[in-house]
């Protein structure tokens, strides 16, 4: 069954240039030009990626990409803007979006993002689908005081839930599962990212930095998350 993409982009012209595109790729498609109808479209919907304007009317994309993050925690959300700042890239990732484009972009490269972000998002179904079906009987990896649920993709730290990004729990469950190896940026990349992400190591530097604010006591001498130095990242547990 194909997947459904939800478009939420108020400028017309280039929400049906987007919507004929993907239809022509073979997604169902549905499109929405504001916020407050794009919450109610994607909780009607539950579909399989959104594509999120950030300037919309109603309700910015912002907020709407940080409610949809709370209600569809697994959902691939990838931002549009129009605005070439590394400020507001990064306020869009922290809110919960999987991945950004700049406007103006290429259909080729906007089909490869929603590509990668669907794979990744099947992959992880497969991978943890087994373990997501019972409450009862949840998969944990413990680390002390660090705890990742499986079941409910969730992690604890002291006992309190932390308030992690799709991207984050991905990465932090990539390095408990290969605890104690020293894994190179590049691998990481292609494995939580995928091998057809656009992008560059950089970008597992910056989930690196959010998450040992989140899980290390001195973020200035992690001891959970060590880097090795001209090699990469090695986890400690």
């Known amino acids: 069954m194909p997947d459904t993409i939800l478009i939420v982009e108020d400028e017309l012209a280039l929400r049906e240039t987007l919507s004929y595109t993907l239809k022509k790729e073979g997604y169902n498609v549905e499109t929405i030009g504001d916020g407050r109808s794009a919450l109610d479209a994607a909780r009607r919907l539950k579909p399989g990626l959104v594509l999120l304007d950030l300037m919309i009317p109603e309700i910015d994309g912002f907020e709407v ?11 691939p959300i990838l931002m549009l803007t129009a605005r070439d700042d590394e400020m507001d890239r990064v306020a869009g990732l922290e809110v919960g979006a999987d991945d950004y484009l700049t406007k103006p972009f290429s259909m080729r490269e906007l ?127």
């Open 65 to 75: 990409c940080r409610i949809l993050r709370n209600e569809m925690r697994n959902t």
């Open 111 to 237: 089909l490869a993002r929603v590509k990668a972000q669907l794979r990744r998002s099947r992959l992880l179904q497969e991978e943890f689908g087994e373990s997501s079906k019972t409450e009862d009987n949840p998969k944990k990896l413990g680390f002390g005081n660090l705890v990742i649920n499986l079941t409910r993709r969730e992690v604890t730290l002291h006992d309190k839930v932390l308030r992690l990004q799709p991207q984050e729990y991905d990465l932090l469950l990539f390095f408990a599962q290969h605890k104690g190896q020293m894994l190179s940026r590049e691998y990481v990349l292609e494995r939580v990212w995928g091998w057809d992400f656009i992008g560059d190591s950089r970008t597992v530097d910056v989930h690196v930095r959010w998450l040992r604010q989140k899980i290390e006591e001195d973020t200035r001498e992690p001891k959970r998350i060590v880097t090795v130095r001209g090699g990469g990242y090695r986890f400690e547990g």
